[in-house]
C-alpha cells in the first residue's frame, strides 16, 4: 500500500505539530498502515520540511513568544496542513468513549500539571459554596435578612429566600460559573500550548485567562442567566419542564463545548465564540454527542459497577477487624475515589473538547490522539444524510 497525499499531509502536520515520530508511527500503525507506506510519507515529509540553507534564520522568530507576554491569536500562526481522517472503524459508543479517554489520560500522564486548573477550579466552587452556606444558616437563626421560615396549612416548615436571598444565590452562582470558566480556558490554553509543541507552564496560561476577563465573564453571565431560566422553566412546569430543561439543558451544554477554547485561542468576545461554537457544533456535531455521553456514561458506570462494591466490601471487612472506624476508613475512601474520578473525567472531558476544537478549527490532528479514532466520533451531517439514503 502506497502512502497517499493525505497521508504524507498528516505525517507533516504532526511533526509540524511537535508529536514525536515514534508516536505517528503508532498511530497510523494503528489505523492499518504497512510499515513501507509509513517510511515512504515520512521521506516525503521530511523533505518538505528539509529548508534551504538561506531561509535558516539565525535569531528567534516571535512565534515563539510565550502565551503570558503575546496571546495565541496574535502568534504569527504555524503553518497547518488540512488533513482527512482515514477511514473509521465501527465500535460502540462505550468502547470509543473508553479509548478517547485512555488518549486523554495519555495527555494527562505526560502533563500531570494540567490537574492543577482543576482543582483549583473545584477548591473556588466549594468555597464560595460554603460561605453561602455559612451565610444562610447564620441568617435562618437570627435575622432572616436573606432566608426566612414558612409554615404551610399542614404545619410543616420551609426556609424561602427574600430578595436579597435571591441576590445572593444570583452572585454566588456567577462567581462559581466565573471560577469554573476562569480555570477552563487556562486550561484550554495550555492544553492547545501541548498540542502546538511550545514550552509553557501554569503561570503562563493564568496570566492569560487574566487578559480575558471580560469575555469569561461574559459568558459565566450568559450561562448562569440561561441555568436559571431552564431551573425555573422546571419549577413552572413540573414534569414537562423538567423534560424540556433537561433537553434544552443537554443542546446548550453541547453547543458550547468549544467556547472555552476558542476564547483561550482568539480575542473573540462571550457572544461571538458562544456562536462560534455553534457554527463548529452544526459543522461535527456527532463527535461531541460520542464523547460527553461516552466518558460521563463510562466513568459513572465504572465507579458504580466496580467502585461501589469494593468499598463496600472493605467497609465490612474493616468494620469487623476494627468496628466504626474501619468503615469510617471505607467511607473516606469512597469520599476519595470520587473526588479523583471527578478531577480525572473533569480534565479528560475538558482535554477532548480542545482535541475536537482543534481539529474542526485547523484539520490537524493533535499529539497523542490517534486520527483513526477522530475518524470514529467526527461524522458531518452531510454524510450522515448521504449516509441514510
Not at 23 to 35: F, H, K, V, Y
Request: aromatic share 8%.
Amino acid at each position: 500500500m502506497n502512502p497517499t497525499p493525505d497521508m504524507n499531509n498528516y505525517v507533516l502536520a504532526q511533526l509540524q505539530a511537535g508529536l514525536t515520530p515514534e508516536d505517528i508511527t503508532g498511530q497510523l500503525r494503528a489505523a492499518g498502515w504497512p510499515d513501507t507506506a509509513i517510511q515512504a510519507a515520512f521521506s516525503a515529509a521530511k523533505q518538505q520540511l528539509a529548508p534551504a540553507p538561506v531561509a535558516i534564520a539565525p535569531e528567534p522568530t516571535p512565534a515563539i513568544t510565550t502565551p503570558a507576554t503575546l496571546p495565541s491569536e496574535q502568534q504569527p500562526p504555524v503553518q497547518q496542513v488540512q488533513v482527512q481522517l482515514p477511514p473509521p472503524i465501527k465500535r460502540g459508543r462505550l468502547k470509543t468513549g473508553w479509548l478517547l479517554f485512555k488518549q486523554s489520560l495519555r495527555v494527562i500522564k505526560d502533563n500531570p500539571g494540567l490537574s492543577r486548573y482543576v482543582i483549583m477550579s473545584m477548591v473556588w466552587s466549594l468555597g464560595i459554596f460554603a460561605v453561602v452556606v455559612t451565610i444562610a444558616i447564620l441568617d435562618a437563626t437570627h435575622a432572616q435578612t436573606f432566608f426566612y421560615k414558612a409554615i404551610d396549612s399542614t404545619g410543616k416548615s420551609s426556609y424561602t429566600a427574600t430578595l436579597p436571598g435571591l441576590l445572593l444565590l444570583a452572585v454566588s452562582g456567577f462567581m462559581a460559573t466565573f471560577a469554573t470558566y476562569y480555570y477552563g480556558v487556562a486550561l484550554s490554553s495550555h492544553v492547545l500550548s501541548i498540542f502546538r509543541g511550545t514550552p509553557s507552564d501554569y503561570k503562563q496560561h493564568i496570566a492569560l485567562a487574566r487578559t480575558k476577563l471580560v469575555a469569561i465573564a461574559t459568558y459565566a453571565l450568559i450561562a448562569t442567566v440561561i441555568g436559571y431560566l431552564l431551573r425555573l422553566l422546571e419549577e413552572r412546569f413540573k414534569l414537562v419542564g423538567f423534560i424540556i430543561s433537561r433537553i434544552l439543558g443537554a443542546l446548550w451544554t453541547l453547543a458550547t463545548s468549544f467556547v472555552l477554547p476558542i476564547i483561550a485561542d482568539s480575542d473573540e468576545s462571550g457572544p461571538k465564540a458562544i456562536k462560534h461554537s455553534v457554527g463548529l457544533f452544526k459543522a461535527t456535531w456527532g463527535e461531541t454527542i460520542v464523547s460527553r455521553i461516552s466518558l460521563t456514561g463510562l466513568i459513572v458506570l465504572l465507579y458504580v459497577v466496580v467502585g461501589l462494591p469494593l468499598v463496600i466490601l472493605l467497609a465490612v471487612v474493616l468494620g469487623s477487624t476494627i468496628g466504626m472506624a474501619g468503615i469510617i476508613i471505607a467511607l473516606a475512601l469512597y469520599l476519595i475515589g470520587i473526588i479523583v474520578l471527578a478531577v480525572l473525567n473533569t480534565l479528560a472531558s475538558n482535554i477532548l473538547n480542545v482535541c475536537l476544537y482543534y481539529y474542526a478549527q485547523y484539520k490537524v490532528i493533535p499529539p497523542s490522539f490517534s486520527p483513526e479514532l477522530l475518524a470514529s466520533v467526527f461524522i458531518e451531517k452531510k454524510k450522515k444524510k448521504n449516509a441514510t439514503r
